[in-house]
T-cell receptor, first 115, second 115 residues
Framework: AQKITQTQPGMFVQEKEAVTLDCTYD???????LFWYKQPSSGEMIFLIY??????QNATEGRYSLNFQKARKSANLVISASQLGDSAMYFC????????????FGQGTELSVKP | ETGVTQTPRHLVMGMTNKKSLKCEQH?????MYWYKQSAKKPLELMFV???????ENNSVPSRFSPECPNSSHLFLHLHTLQPEDSALYLC??????????????FGEGSRLTVL
């Protein structure tokens, strides 16, 4: 069974608008962490934001926020005020803390920001 | 230099060649990883090393042979590869201090083409 699911292969957003990228996950562990990464065309994976399973507040980092709904097992990424430089692949990932440090990634969403 | 550095960035090899990918991290991390990223697929975890010891081999074919001489260096030795092994190979490192989320820091990847 797939542990991380990103159902949007591609998304378009107008510059300066907000966009939500979906991510659902599957785990029976109580302790886990959720991550979002950005991958520009250069290939490097850039860490954006982290949410721990016990964190009560949604994580925020600048224009990025994570809409964490634990009961629904979803961890959607919200990018506010989109910029042309936000065009990239975005990956959701999970680490189950009893599985060591490895991250399991979703299929990714390709975001294109239109001027 | 800082961060995670991968060399070479691009590699083209025949099926009978032997080559190696190199990864070096300057972050003082104790865990290192190899991931494979094929087109239209999620990142696939290949190997995990903690304190130079291999802790995970995700059913990777023996034509891929990892080596971790110390906590800062990780190699992936390649021999008799197949065309379907063509992909972007990403190296990552992380620390496990318990207090931080333990996000993975990635290199820019080595793009491998097998002819």
């Amino acid at each position: 069974a797939q542990k991380i699911t990103q159902t949007q292969p591609g998304m378009f957003v107008q510059e300066k608008e907000a966009v939500t990228l979906d991510c659902t996950y599957d785990t029976s562990d109580q302790s886990y962490g959720l991550f979002w990464y950005k991958q520009p065309s250069s290939g490097e994976m850039i860490f954006l934001i982290y949410q721990g399973s016990y964190d009560e507040q949604n994580a925020t980092e600048g224009r990025y926020s994570l809409n964490f709904q634990k009961a629904r097992k979803s961890a959607n990424l919200v990018i506010s005020a989109s910029q042309l430089g936000d065009s990239a692949m975005y990956f959701c990932a999970m680490r189950e803390l009893n599985q060591g440090g490895k991250l399991i990634f979703g299929q990714g969403t390709e975001l294109s920001v239109k001027p | 230099e800082t961060g995670v550095t991968q060399t070479p960035r691009h590699l083209v090899m025949g099926m009978t060649n032997k080559k190696s990918l190199k990864c070096e991290q300057h972050l003082g991390h104790n865990a290192m990883y190899w991931y494979k990223q094929s087109a239209k697929k999620p990142l696939e975890l290949m190997f995990v090393y903690n304190f130079k010891e291999q802790t995970e081999n995700n059913s990777v074919p023996s034509r891929f042979s990892p080596e971790c001489p110390n906590s800062s260096h990780l190699f992936l030795h390649l021999h008799t590869l197949q065309p379907e092994d063509s992909a972007l190979y990403l190296c990552a490192s992380s620390s496990h201090n318990g207090g931080d989320p333990g996000e993975l820091f990635f290199g820019e990847g080595s793009r491998l083409t097998v002819l």
